[in-house]
């Protein structure tokens, strides 16, 4: 089973021995938590399964939309350690350097996702691995930073660079990309599985009345 809630469709696929074999896209956005269960139903009974048949959840892990990300965790946590499955928590860095190899034929690519106030979280991938930590910086700093012959992914460019334009994650690209991770298959591990935010995440403090 695939899960895709960072970003604004909700989205679900189904992986037999690792390849698609059919998903569901819920395209109105802030509904993933009403759609979520309704899609994987949905996709089983088209695919005449049931609930018993799947054996392990892909989950984009993100950065992407705060709400949508911990809606999809929630979600595999639970079905994850009530029904024993395994976990593939997939960032969308590793996605962007996918997409990169696959569809730029690029090596060396900057995965790069813009976010608010003019600034993009980024990350620099050769082939399957990562060559330095993710950051979030102004793009004129990418600008200045990105190696001249590396591919930039992403939903954003920078000048005179060559880039591949990707306005948002399909849940096909993160079944492709669980083969590149390592399964998560012990409850202590699968319980503090957490996601990736393009700031640090600070709770909504309640004031008092």
Request: with cysteine; glycine share 10%; proline share 9%.
């Amino acid at each position: 089973l695939v899960i895709e809630t960072a970003g604004p469709s909700c989205q679900v696929g189904l992986l037999e021995d690792g390849q698609p074999v059919g998903g569901l896209v819920w395209d109105w956005p802030q509904q993933h938590s009403e759609k979520l269960i309704e899609l994987v139903q949905n996709v089983l009974h088209t695919a005449n399964l049931d609930w018993s048949a799947i054996r392990y959840a892909v989950y984009h892990q993100g950065p992407g939309s705060h709400t949508g990300l911990r809606i999809g965790l929630s979600a595999v946590k639970a079905w994850a350690l009530s029904l024993g499955w395994a976990v593939y928590p997939v960032p969308l860095m590793r996605v962007l350097a996918w997409l990169g190899r696959q569809v730029g034929g690029s090596e060396l690519t900057l995965g790069l996702w813009e976010t608010r106030g003019g600034q993009a979280y980024g990350q620099l991938w050769q082939g399957e691995g990562p060559v330095d930590l993710p950051g979030l910086h102004p793009l004129p700093v990418w600008e200045a930073q990105a190696p001249a012959e590396a591919l930039v992914v992403g939903n954003c460019f920078l000048p005179r660079r060559r880039g591949l334009y990707v306005p948002h994650i399909r849940w096909s690209w993160l079944a492709a990309c669980a083969a590149e991770v390592e399964p998560l298959q012990e409850s202590a591990v699968i319980s503090a599985i957490a996601p990736l935010y393009f700031r640090p995440f600070v709770p909504t403090q309640r004031k008092n009345p």
